[in-house]
């Protein structure tokens, strides 16, 4: 299966600010996911990123607030913009290889 | 969306078995998942059945389908305190060109020694 690199591993932000995070795989991939693990809940669907298309976002999450980046076909960035406490949360990408989602060791985001 | 149901906590005695269940409710999922989350990691991909099967074995995991029922089990024999760490299961929906995924809120296993 994939082996997804991903970083920051964890971050302390000021509210208002941004954070990027990167996602490398070491295989090419079409699509690329991005979830949300708020603390103590279960893992939400953000947006799938294609290579060469506009980031596909599911309910509740818009690009303003989520810009996604998906340059090649084994990177993206998922950016948090004007973060808010409530925007704590573990934060993971993910691809799809034989059917089954392989994950980033995720982003620990901490807004204070 | 798609509903993944799983009970919150559990806790056993090192060497006993752990069973952790699961519903869902997309008949159409043509494979199942359990996930597995350590403290501090990413989730790591333990085992998945086929949605035409009703048991697979992998060396302490069993898990049984109930198709019928939308069911799922995960069975971990002889557990272990290494075991303790939270246990997703996960059915999908494919789409046009891709599966997506729906997760339970996850289990709290807690192994104590």
């Known amino acids: 299966s994939a082996v997804i690199s991903q970083k920051p591993s964890r971050d302390i932000c000021q509210r208002g600010t941004s954070l990027t995070i990167q996602c490398q795989v070491d295989s090419q991939v079409t699509m690329m996911f991005w979830y949300r693990q708020q603390p103590g809940q279960s893992l939400t669907l953000i947006a799938t990123?294609?290579?060469?298309?506009?980031?596909?976002?599911e309910s509740g999450f818009v690009i303003d607030k989520f810009p996604i980046s998906r340059p090649n076909l084994t990177f993206s960035t998922l950016t948090v913009s004007n973060m808010s406490p409530e925007d704590s949360s573990i934060y993971l990408c993910?691809?799809?290889?034989?059917?089954?989602?392989?994950f980033g060791s995720g982003t620990r985001l901490t807004v204070v | 969306g798609e509903d993944v149901e799983q009970s919150l906590f559990l806790s056993v005695r090192e060497g006993d078995s752990s069973v952790i269940n699961c519903t869902y409710t997309?008949?159409?999922?043509?494979?199942l998942y359990w996930y597995k989350q350590e403290p501090g990691a990413g989730l790591q991909l333990l085992t998945y059945?086929?949605?035409?099967?009703d048991m697979k074995q992998d060396q302490r995991l069993t898990v049984l389908l109930n198709k019928k029922d939308k069911h799922l089990s995960l069975r971990i024999a002889d557990t272990q305190t290494g075991d303790s760490a939270i246990y997703f299961c996960a059915e999908t929906e494919t789409l046009y060109n891709f599966n997506k995924f729906y997760f339970g809120s996850g289990t709290k296993l807690n192994v104590k020694p």
């Open positions: 997309d008949s159409s999922s043509t494979y």
């Open positions: 059945i086929f949605s035409n099967m």
């Open positions: 990123a294609n290579q060469g298309s506009e980031a596909t976002y």
């Open positions: 993910s691809v799809e290889t034989g059917g089954a989602g392989t």
